[in-house]
Each structure stands twice: as structure tokens, then as C-alpha cells.
């Protein structure tokens, strides 16, 4: 697209994402999410350094991946949730395979559940990782390779590596301060075996700011994070905002690369004050342009541009969504046929 459009194209997205945030953004978010945190006890683990507590939340989270939040939460009312302590009694038995050792052994384990097999057949049978029965193998590696970072990464103090981590991106000057942070965070974690961006950035946004009010530093890196999920993704489509961008791509690792959803989330984000919806915002707050994209879109929450409602083989014909007038109603899937909805409906 040519630079001259660039202003033209950000306005179109920036007034189309604005009044998505005044219907149907969260206004109370920060406040709603440290209400849970509160009941949930992890608060006062955040407080007080404990970092199993904190391990049993994040290991929870990542369950919330590749599959809707409906099949994911039945599958864990279904089943023992994993512990840290779970993984420590784990690790002193003998032998240990060698890929336990430590984070940097954790490498390549392979462990698949549907096969019962991984990498390292003679460890198998006396191997703890396969013991915890998760929706799928590639969650058993994950909880352990992040218990295995929280210990050797982390020095059995998150909480203390997630301050010396915000302080070290703080030195550099710039205007880029919120995205230093932010990725100070996120960019080690992306290397812990089976976690994704979207869920790190879901997770750590509500984790930063609704934890504690007095670390600044923890505030505004999580009002930079963004989470792209599908139906985040979709609705930059079908509003023609990834069109205007030159943007087009299916939904996927793409959305995270230069140029993806998650970086148009950050550019319009720069041109909403979050504080006119709540004055305890933080003035450039993305996850908030991002949840408020999501709660318009979810089954649960308004149910409006899905592909439960619209017929993705055409342009939108929802007369009555309040961005009828002005969204270009680009089709999504224009040469696929028409089939039940399958869209994930995923809390981001």
C-alpha cells in the first residue's frame, strides 16, 4: 500500500477498534481480574514469593490452548490438576532420565501419550513425566519445562527474576519503554517448551497488572501485552483492517511476525487513551484494544462478528451489528465451502 494511505488506514482502525472498546470493552478489567486473583489465593503468593502456587496458576493457563475454554476446563474439573510438588517428588526418584536434569537437559523428550512413547525408551518406565494424566503429552513437557525455568531460570523465585528482568529492559532510553518490558517478560518464556505467545501474553497481562499496584514497571509492560486468538484475528479481517494494512494472512504464528495482528493491535493501541474508559488505565493499554476486539466477538460475551453468526463464504450480512455502516465486511473464507462453525471461542 502506498505511505500516503498509512495515515488513512490508521484512522479507519483506530475509529472502528475505539467504538469496539466503548461496547464492548471491560471497563473494570484490571479491578475484575485482581478480584480472582484475590479468591484464588494468588495474591498473597505473589506477595510472599511462592512460587509453587504460582507454577499451579501458569501450568493451569497453558491447558487453555488449541481447544476451546469449555473443553479445556472440563478436562481439568475432569482430572488431578499438576503441582510442583508433583514434579519435585518426581525428580528424586531414581534413575532420572537425563533430559530431567535441568532446563538446559529438557530438550527434545518427545513424549507422546496417545503412543506412550518419547525419546528416551529405556527411561520410560520409571519417567514421572508421563504419570500426570493431561489432556495431551505436549502439556506434560510443558509443565516441566516451565517448573524446570522457574528453578533454574528463575532461581526458585519468579516473582524476584520478574523484577530483575523489568529493571535490566528499564536502563535503555527510549519511547519504546512499554515494549521493552513487555518483552523483557515474554521473549525467555517463549523458549519453555509448549507455550505459546498468545497464552504468555494472556496469562502475563493479567498476572502484571492486576498483581501489584506499587511495581510500576510490572503495570506497563502488562498493559502492553496483546493476545491474537482466532476470533481476534478474524474480526481484523473481516473489518478490511488487515486488507488496509497489506496485511493478509491466515491465523497463526504470522499474527505475532512484523506486520501481524498483534502489531496493528500495538499501533492502534497508541491512539487510544485508554484512560477515557477508566481513568486507572494505563494510557497506552493494547490488552485492553485486544479483550475488548475478543468480548465483542465470543459466543459468551456479545456474540457478534463469529463464525457462529456469519456465513464466512460471504460478505457479513448483520444489519443490526453496530459497525454495519462503516466496516468493510470482508468475506474470510470466500472459496471454502459453507460448513458448521468451527471457530474456537477462546477467553483472551
Same mark, same amino acid.
Request: proline share 5%.
Given at each position: 500500500?502506498?505511505?500516503?494511505?498509512?495515515?488513512?488506514?490508521?484512522?479507519?482502525?483506530?475509529?472502528?477498534? =475505539?467504538?469496539?472498546?466503548a461496547?464492548?470493552?471491560?471497563?473494570?478489567?484490571?479491578?475484575?481480574?485482581?478480584?480472582?486473583?484475590?479468591?484464588?489465593?494468588?495474591?498473597?503468593?505473589?506477595?510472599y514469593? /511462592?512460587?509453587?502456587?504460582?507454577?499451579? @496458576?501458569?501450568? /493451569?493457563?497453558?491447558?487453555?490452548?488449541?481447544?476451546?475454554?469449555?473443553?479445556? #476446563?472440563?478436562?481439568?474439573?475432569?482430572?488431578?490438576?499438576?503441582? #510442583? @510438588?508433583?514434579?519435585?517428588?518426581?525428580?528424586?526418584?531414581?534413575?532420572?532420565?537425563?533430559?530431567?536434569?535441568?532446563?538446559?537437559?529438557?530438550?527434545?523428550?518427545?513424549?507422546?501419550?496417545? #503412543?506412550?512413547?518419547?525419546?528416551?525408551?529405556?527411561s520410560?518406565?520409571?519417567?514421572?513425566?508421563?504419570?500426570?494424566?493431561?489432556?495431551?503429552?505436549?502439556?506434560n513437557?510443558?509443565?516441566?519445562?516451565l @517448573?524446570?525455568?522457574m528453578?533454574?531460570?528463575g532461581?526458585?523465585?519468579?516473582v524476584?527474576?520478574?523484577?530483575?528482568?523489568?529493571?535490566? #529492559?528499564?536502563?535503555?532510553?527510549?519511547?519504546?519503554?512499554?515494549?521493552?518490558?513487555?518483552?523483557?517478560?515474554?521473549?525467555?518464556?517463549?523458549?519453555?517448551?509448549?507455550? %505459546?505467545?498468545?497464552?504468555?501474553?494472556?496469562?502475563f497481562a493479567?498476572f502484571?497488572? !492486576?498483581?501489584?499496584?506499587?511495581? $510500576? =514497571?510490572?503495570?506497563?509492560?502488562?498493559? !502492553?501485552?496483546?493476545?491474537?486468538?482466532?476470533?481476534? +484475528? %478474524?474480526?481484523?479481517?473481516?473489518?478490511?483492517?488487515?486488507?488496509l494494512?497489506?496485511?493478509?494472512?491466515?491465523?497463526?504464528?504470522?499474527?505475532?511476525?512484523?506486520?501481524?495482528?498483534?502489531?496493528?493491535? $500495538?499501533?492502534?493501541?497508541?491512539?487510544?487513551?485508554?484512560?477515557?474508559?477508566?481513568?486507572?488505565?494505563?494510557?497506552?493499554?493494547?490488552?485492553?484494544?485486544?479483550?475488548?476486539i @475478543? =468480548?465483542?466477538?465470543?459466543?459468551?460475551?456479545?456474540?457478534?462478528?463469529?463464525?457462529?453468526?456469519?456465513?464466512?463464504?460471504?460478505?457479513?450480512?448483520?444489519?443490526?451489528?453496530a459497525?454495519?455502516?462503516q466496516? +468493510?465486511?470482508?468475506?474470510?473464507?470466500?472459496?471454502?465451502?459453507?460448513?458448521?462453525?468451527?471457530?474456537?471461542?477462546?477467553?483472551?
Open positions: 500500500m502506498p505511505h500516503g494511505n498509512e495515515e488513512a488506514r490508521l484512522e479507519y482502525a483506530t475509529n472502528i477498534i =475505539r467504538r469496539i472498546c461496547i464492548a470493552g471491560d471497563h473494570d478489567l484490571i479491578e475484575n481480574v485482581r478480584r480472582s486473583f484475590r479468591r484464588q489465593g494468588l495474591l498473597g503468593a505473589i506477595r514469593h /511462592e512460587d509453587d502456587a504460582i507454577f499451579a @496458576w501458569l501450568a /493451569e493457563t497453558i491447558n487453555f490452548q488449541g481447544v476451546s475454554d469449555a473443553v479445556a #476446563a472440563t478436562y481439568l474439573d475432569e482430572h488431578v490438576r499438576i503441582k #510442583a @510438588w508433583d514434579i519435585r517428588i518426581g525428580l528424586i526418584k531414581r534413575p532420572l532420565c537425563d533430559k530431567l536434569k535441568s532446563y538446559w537437559h529438557f530438550e527434545n523428550c518427545g513424549y507422546r501419550k496417545t #503412543a506412550q512413547r518419547c525419546n528416551q525408551p529405556r520410560y518406565p520409571t519417567c514421572s513425566l508421563p504419570k500426570h494424566d493431561l489432556r495431551n503429552g505436549n502439556l513437557q510443558a509443565a516441566y519445562a @517448573w524446570l525455568y528453578r533454574d531460570i532461581g526458585g523465585d519468579f524476584a527474576w520478574l523484577d530483575k528482568r523489568l529493571e535490566i #529492559a528499564d536502563r535503555a532510553k527510549g519511547t519504546d519503554r512499554a515494549m521493552r518490558l513487555r518483552d523483557a517478560v515474554v521473549g525467555p518464556l517463549l523458549h519453555v517448551h509448549g507455550v %505459546s505467545s498468545k497464552v504468555l501474553n494472556m496469562a493479567d502484571l497488572l !492486576a498483581s501489584d499496584r506499587r511495581r $510500576e =514497571r510490572w503495570i506497563v509492560a502488562g498493559g !502492553a501485552m496483546r493476545a491474537v486468538d482466532s476470533l481476534v +484475528h %478474524s474480526f481484523l479481517h473481516r473489518t478490511g483492517v488487515l486488507k494494512f497489506g496485511a493478509m494472512h491466515p491465523y497463526g504464528p504470522r499474527c505475532y511476525r512484523p506486520g501481524g495482528c498483534a502489531d496493528i493491535i $500495538e499501533q492502534v493501541a497508541a491512539r487510544i487513551d485508554a484512560r477515557e474508559f477508566n481513568s486507572a488505565f494505563p494510557e497506552v493499554f493494547p490488552r485492553f484494544v485486544q479483550h475488548s @475478543w =468480548r465483542f466477538c465470543a459466543a459468551d460475551e456479545l456474540d457478534q462478528c463469529n463464525g457462529r453468526k456469519i456465513d464466512d463464504t460471504k460478505r457479513c450480512h448483520q444489519r443490526e451489528c459497525l454495519f455502516e466496516c +468493510h465486511r470482508v468475506t474470510l473464507n470466500p472459496r471454502r465451502k459453507k460448513r458448521p462453525p468451527t471457530e474456537p471461542i477462546n477467553a483472551a
